[in-house]
């Protein structure tokens, strides 16, 4: 530009007269804050190309204007050579477009800060690449300018390229959608390290694939990647991409999907979990995203260096069986589950409740029952913490889950010594503590303690008149005697769960191993003891003796002697003759020796390591005890402590003990005593203030850290009232609610309600089951009309009455002849002629010359299922359309519109109905059936979808017939669909618990099964007969022979694959269905 | 030329025991046997399985056989009190007990039943878990076991006298019966019922050591595992383990059978078929045993 004649800035001035002031005003604005370095000609040469472009075309001042405001802080990004490039590019782009050109200007300067000066030129190409003159390439070209601050940031200058690249081939197909992307890709990119190159390449992958999930793209991305770790984060994507490529459909939401999964999961994990997921696209692309989806339940359950044996253990599956493996990864496929039980190393209470439950009941010879902890913690009554195991003395809490050591051996065998423990509070009785048993090992000290307490007491309060009993318990009263029950609990804890430990040792020698390995893991877990102040260090000393260590026991130096008497007492108990009061005896004398030792931290140099005896070496109570004891006695217990102690708190509870609360489980069992016997018996009965008494005093109880809104005494006092005398279940919760819609892909279902049921569903595909997948529904069905019973029988007239002979000739027939018995009731005269031709004949002739009639009693039991699907509701004259045109839509609202159409219609019908014919059948079956008294049940079952099926009872199995049954019959109506397998195992649970030699299944249905859900993916009906053909086979292996009858003519194809082994038949006529149906009842049963 | 009889067979009523059978009296079932016998009372007794019945009608048959004061130790010098047991079932009837016509060449002869036999020999006949037996033949022990003391022999048209030493004896399960088998009454009070139940664990621990070999220790633990599996009857366990399964388990140990495999073995899966109370036998014996 400088090559003409260089006009003087006063011309060009003169020039910018000919445009709108504000150009010139715009330019003398930055004339002023143009930078020195500037010379006279460079500012003649940056002012003409203003003027220039000012003048290409009518808008274009205004490009201009933008060009001079800001030149002044391009101008300091580069050297002017530069800088007249950029004009130059300027005001070519302003050829095309003034509006592009003054985009370009306005973003220059936040672009340039950052833009490599040789890149002036390629940046200002790329916004013109996007412009292709229509409006909208226009803006797009823009808002690439205006972004173009934040992309350099973010993009290298290649990275740039090749998402303008990306962008214009987006907007080929929408120029909106490419302008969406250019606004996500800003926010995004910075969010993104090393993996943008993978991003914008995948982008641009899918503009060729499927250029509709872009946008979802950019969206997934900027809600995806930001959960997933930074360094993993080209990795997710690089799947993504391979996902693309290997054809996944909708991978946005896969990424969305994925991402949250993985978010749940510890980000380090992320890496490890992307390459088995990187690795598991050449198996099966479809599968990644299950298995990822998957990762969080699954590594709740096994660590991540477990999840390769789960994951190859899928793989293979998958490579077997693409269904199989699907459902593995889906978790919807009982292999799954047992895999990873089977790999995961923790110990989940459900699983072993049976046999723990059954193990304590063994060990404590009582009726014990095991409950996860958390219920003893709700009940509120005392118990706190959701981790220690405990009993309140018929019940013992375990946590739920064991998840402690590396492998599930260990963990069973903890929670094995962990359940002993707390059975051996029952077996050796904990709690049946008694004041006044005498110990065996000590001299009993207690009553002397209590009977000086209580002269002082006396002395102490004028009031002679009250001699009250202000003990609800015997432990409440032993515990009376000490000033600081804390402490005494402490101590009487410790000595007890030692006592306990040391004879379930000598008790179980099996079990001693692993008790051992527990204490010493325990051990490892304790405080050290030189941080505590003496009384705590010498009250840990006692739970690390308690612990069976022995050697090097640290104790305070001061307090040498007294260390060693109170590990001998505490020895003592450790015989398996030890009771629980000698625990009480040795309780009440090592408190008299800790409770005076002042509570003092001690200098490191104080404190020597001791080593104790384990045989327990005779003890006996010196001299000096006695005078301890009756400084008890006076109360003088807390008195000699010094002021200025520190305060005692008690020690750290030894995890696998577990909390023991002996006051709390004496007071529950006496009052459960006392609710039993109606509070007459069994001396006076405790009363409210007694308990919370009791309760404020207990140190069992920290009324601060229990949960909820009841935090005195009082309230307590309630809880615990009412758990000891409403250990009856609760009133039944029964809100019959409308089921809530679970979604076919929902995972495994839970019985909410009373009178539901769940069953696994089998999947063919898979080969597996899925477990708990079907909620079945029991109701009774109601009552209708009690003259359709009747009526029906008369319109049978002759039929009837013919049926009914026919049924009554079938008992005696069972009568059965036995020949050629040792004994009987009569002589077989051929056998006898016989035996006289081989004696003539002289060969030693059969003995066996008797007959008896035996009586084979007929002991048949029978369900009928019957199909009460919506399709039964079809006319019989109208020609049978097949069922799978009925066109039943999918969504569930639809769905019920349509059914009330459909029943709607059915009501005005005048015609018979299946389901009609069906009832008949019913009646008549009846009536014959009460003929020969078998027991016989008969359901309808129908629902809608897998969490509703619905059972109905016309009559139960154990029922008689009473006029209620028969006004059922009259309401059995066409209902919804026919998922027949879970109907088939409900009815088959029905049947095995019937005592009957004979069992049989009758299944009367239109058509072949389906459902929502069950019928899947259209076409593929198979999944529903294979179910109902596992179902039936269920049966079969439960000694049950099904039978199923059905009027749908087309049956034949779907049963031969349904009822391979099982006897079916098809109706060609459905009005012959009654008489039919009692045919083959007979010959089935015969 | 001599022939080795491989063998021993005894003639039903001349079966007598001939050593001292061991026994250890839990109560005083001893006693009270003895009177019953002196005073020609019926004996019912009742028990679980495998506690020591079988074995103690044993005892005082011998003990009964055995003069009361023991002139000469040498020659058994007593009248040797026959014990006869017959094991019922669910096809013994009449006949098997009294006898029947055999065919013998052209002729028929009369074989006597058992407990023909004993009533004539005037020893202890047992009649093991009578109520299998068929109905027909609790009613023909009517007659023998009140003041009559007859048997009536039908098709030979006699009446049997029993002989002064015959006492009928009969053994009684009521656990596991179902209803329907149920002892009827008009049978039940005809006798003086005695309890069996396992003994207390220092007995059956002296028992299954003396009956197995096992040492002292071993024996005690199996008296505990023993009781601790007796606790879950009725909780998954039709019937506890008893104490002659100890007694296997001893025996097996002995022979050098690892203790828990020996228990697995004669206890666990002898007393039941359900997995979930199998692993927690299991777990009861991983507990007592190393």
Known sequence: ?1086 | MTTQTLYRSYIIEEYHLTREPYYVPVGDEVELFEAAYKAKIPVLFKGPTGCGKTRFVEYMSYRLGRPLTKVNESSGGGHNLPLVTIACHEDLTASDLVGRYLLEGENTVWIDGPLTRAVKAGGICYLDEIVEARKDTTVLIHPLTDHRRILPVEKRGELLEAADGFLLVLSYNPGYQSALKDLKHSTRQRFVAIEFDYPPRPIEAEIVRHESGADEAVAHQLAKLGEKVRNLKEHGLGEGASTRLLIYAGRLITQGIAPRRACQVAINWAVTDDESVQRSIEEIISSIFE
Not at chain 1, 138 to 157: I, N, Q
Not at chain 1, 569 to 582: M, Q, Y
Not at chain 1, 705 to 715: D, F, I, K, L, T
Not at chain 1, 933 to 947: A, H, L, P
């Open chain 1, 1 to 1086: 530009m400088a090559e003409e004649s260089p006009r003087s800035l006063a011309y060009l001035r003169e020039e910018m007269g000919r445009f709108p002031a504000a150009l010139a005003a715009e330019f003398q604005r930055a004339l002023d804050r143009m930078p020195d370095s500037i010379t006279e000609a460079q500012t003649v040469v940056w002012a003409g190309v203003g003027v220039e472009i000012a003048a290409q075309t009518v808008r274009s001042w205004e490009a201009a204007s933008q060009y001079y405001a800001v030149s002044p802080s391009v101008v300091v990004c580069m050297p002017f050579r530069y800088f007249a490039r950029w004009a130059e590019c300027g005001s070519s782009l302003c050829r095309e477009s003034p509006t592009l050109a003054a985009a370009f200007f306005e973003a220059s300067p936040g672009t340039m800060a950052r833009l490599r000066s040789r890149h002036i030129e390629s940046w200002a190409g790329l916004g013109r690449s996007l412009y292709k003159g229509t409006w909208k390439s226009s803006t797009l070209a823009c808002k690439f300018f205006a972004a173009s601050p934040d992309l350099v940031e973010s993009l290298t200058f290649p990275q740039l390229e090749r998402f303008v690249s990306f962008l214009a081939a987006l907007s080929h197909r929408s120029s909106d959608l490419s302008l969406e992307c250019l606004g996500l890709g800003r926010q995004i990119f910075p969010l993104m390290g090393d993996d943008k190159d993978a991003f914008i390449g995948l982008a641009s992958t899918l503009v060729e694939t499927n250029w509709r999930e872009v946008k979802t793209f950019f969206d997934a991305g900027a809600r995806a990647l930001p959960r997933i770790d930074p360094g993993q984060r080209m990795h997710f994507l690089r799947l993504a991409r391979r996902l693309v490529g290997a054809g996944n459909a909708n991978v946005p939401m896969l990424m969305l999907d994925m991402s949250q999964s993985l978010f749940q999961i510890e980000r380090k994990h992320h890496a490890a979990i992307l390459a088995l997921a990187e690795s598991l696209v050449e198996v099966s692309p479809a599968a990644v995203p299950e298995f990822v989806k998957g990762t969080p339940l699954v590594l709740d359950k096994i660590s991540l260096n477990q999840i390769q044996a789960w994951f190859d253990q899928g793989v293979t599956i998958l490579r077997q069986n693409p269904d199989g493996g699907m459902a593995y990864f889906k978790m919807e496929s009982a292999r799954a589950e047992e895999a990873l039980e089977s790999i995961s190393s923790r110990i989940e209470f459900e699983r072993v409740k049976d046999v723990m439950e059954m193990y304590c009941r063994a060990l404590a010879g009582a009726d014990v029952k095991l409950a996860v902890t958390d219920d003893l913690v709700e009940k509120n009554i005392g118990w706190v913490s959701n981790e220690s195991p405990s009993t309140e003395g018929s019940t013992v809490y375990v946590p739920t889950v064991v998840d402690r050591y590396l492998t599930k051996n260990e963990n069973f065998e903890w929670l094995k010594v962990v359940s002993t423990h707390q059975t051996a509070h029952l077996e050796f009785d904990s709690f049946g503590f008694r004041f006044d048993a005498p110990s065996r090992l000590f001299d009993d000290a207690r009553h002397t303690v209590e009977e000086r307490k209580k002269k002082l007491a006396e002395e102490a309060s004028d009031d002679r008149s009250l001699p009250r009993q202000d003990y609800a318990t015997d432990a409440q009263r032993f515990f009376n005697l000490f000033e600081d029950r804390k402490l005494a609990l402490d101590i009487f804890t410790v000595v007890e769960d030692g006592r306990l430990d040391s004879r379930v040792k000598t008790e179980y020698w099996g079990i001693r191993r692993p008790y051992a390995r527990v204490q010493l893991h325990s051990l490892s877990e304790r405080p050290s003891v030189k941080d505590l102040p003496a009384r705590e260090a010498l009250v840990e000393f006692l739970v690390r003796l308690s612990l069976q260590q022995h050697r090097g026991l640290p104790a305070p130096k001061p307090y040498l002697r007294e260390a060693r008497r109170i590990a001998r007492i505490a020895g003592k108990v450790l015989s398996p003759r030890a009771a629980v009061e000698d625990v009480a005896e040795a309780t009440l004398r090592i408190y008299a020796i800790i409770s005076r030792i002042p509570n003092e931290k001690l200098a490191p140099e104080e404190w020597e390591d001791v080593d104790v005896d384990e045989s327990g070496e005779e003890y006996e109570d010196a001299e000096g005890m006695d005078q301890l004891l009756r400084q008890m006695g006076q109360g003088l217990d807390m008195d000699l402590r010094p002021g200025d102690e520190e305060e005692f708190e008690s020690s750290q509870e030894v995890g696998f003990r577990g909390d023991f609360k002996p006051e709390l489980v004496q007071l529950l069992a006496q009052l459960r005593v006392q609710e039993e016997q109606g509070g007459q018996e069994g001396g006076e009965p405790i009363s409210q203030e007694a308990l919370e008494e009791l309760l404020k005093n207990s140190a069992e109880l920290d009324l601060e850290a229990v949960q909820g809104e009841v935090q005195n005494a009082a309230g307590f006092a309630n809880n615990i009232l009412q758990e000891a005398g409403a250990s009856l279940p609760d009133a039944a919760q029964s809100g019959q609610g409308p089921p809530a819609h679970v979604h076919e892909d929902g995972g495994e279902l839970e019985p909410d309600e009373p009178q539901t049921f769940v069953y696994d569903e089998w999947d063919f595909r898979a080969d597996d089951y899925k477990p708990r997948w079907c909620v079945v529904r029991q109701k009774t069905m109601m009552e209708g009309d009690p003259a359709f019973y009747g009526a029906t029988l008369h319109s049978y007239g002759a039929l009837v009455g013919k049926v009914r002979r026919q049924f009554e000739l079938m008992a005696p027939e069972t009568f059965r002849k036995v020949r050629k018995l040792e004994d009987g009731e009569e002589i077989d005269i051929d056998d006898v002629v016989e035996a006289m031709v081989d004696i003539k004949t002289g060969v030693s002739p059969s003995d066996k010359l008797y007959w008896r009639r035996n009586k084979v009693q007929r002991d048949v039991s029978v369900a009928f299922l019957l199909d009460t699907s919506a399709s039964t509701a079809e006319a019989i004259d109208e020609g049978r359309r097949a069922p799978e045109d009925w066109g039943a839509p999918d969504d569930p609202v639809e769905y019920m519109a349509w059914l009330r159409t459909r029943r709607g219609e059915a009501v005005k019908r005048s015609y018979k109905r299946i389901i009609d014919v069906e009832k008949e059948a019913i009646v008549l079956l009846i009536n014959a059936l009460e003929a020969i008294g078998d027991v016989y049940g008969i359901y309808g079952f129908s629902g809608y979808g897998r969490e509703n099926v619905e059972f109905y009872t016309i009559k139960d199995l154990d029922e008689n017939l009473s006029d209620r049954v028969k006004r059922r019959i009259d309401r059995v109506a066409p209902l919804h669909a026919t998922r027949m397998g879970p109907a088939i195992r409900h009815a088959t649970t029905k049947l095995a618990e019937q005592d009957a030699r004979t069992k049989l299944l009758f299944l009367i249905s239109d058509g072949r099964p389906q459902d929502r859900g069950y019928s899947r993916e259209g076409v593929e009906k198979e999944y529903a007969v294979h179910d109902t053909k596992m179902a039936l086979d269920e049966a079969r292996h439960q000694d049950i022979n099904a039978f199923c009858l059905t009027v749908d003519k087309n049956g034949h194809d779907y049963l031969k694959t349904m009822c391979e082994d099982i006897g079916y038949e098809v109706l060609d006529d459905i009005n012959v269905l009654p008489e039919r149906l009692l045919q083959l009842y007979r010959r089935l049963t015969m």
